[in-house]
């Protein structure tokens, strides 16, 4: 099971309710509103996240460009895309294709904790 998460949405009520869901099943959470705080996060050399939960509609930057951009800030880092929109990884290049899962929204925890164990 992955420890460390980062869940990346601007919608605060949203990430309270996942952060504490997923702090009683033990994760490590970290969360932020914006996509550069995401890339921000993920750079630094002191933090090491397992996976990334990311939302694509971020207000300052697109998702897919965060997403990208955290791929490659660490080649062990797993993405979970998490949006409103449907969004398949076979439209990535073949080697993120593996290390990236995605969760339509509207979506009930459980259905996020089943998501992030599929990722392993």
Not at 32 to 51: I, M, N, P, W, Y
Not at 65 to 82: D, G
Request: aromatic content about 4%.
């Amino acid at each position: 099971m992955p420890s460390s998460l980062l869940i990346v949405d601007d919608e605060k009520p949203l990430l309270t309710l996942l952060l504490r869901y997923l702090q009683r099943l033990g994760y490590q959470v970290e969360t932020c509103e914006t996509g550069r705080e995401a890339l921000r996060l993920c750079q630094d050399s002191k933090r090491r996240f397992d996976v990334v939960v990311l939302d694509l509609g971020l207000p300052d930057m697109p998702g897919l460009e965060v997403l990208n951009a955290v791929l490659a800030s660490n080649q062990k880092l797993r993405v979970l895309v998490s949006s409103g929109t449907p969004f398949s990884p076979e439209f990535l290049p073949p080697e993120q294709r593996e290390r990236v899962g995605s969760l339509l929204k509207p979506f009930v925890p459980k259905m996020l904790e089943d998501a992030l164990k599929s990722l392993q």
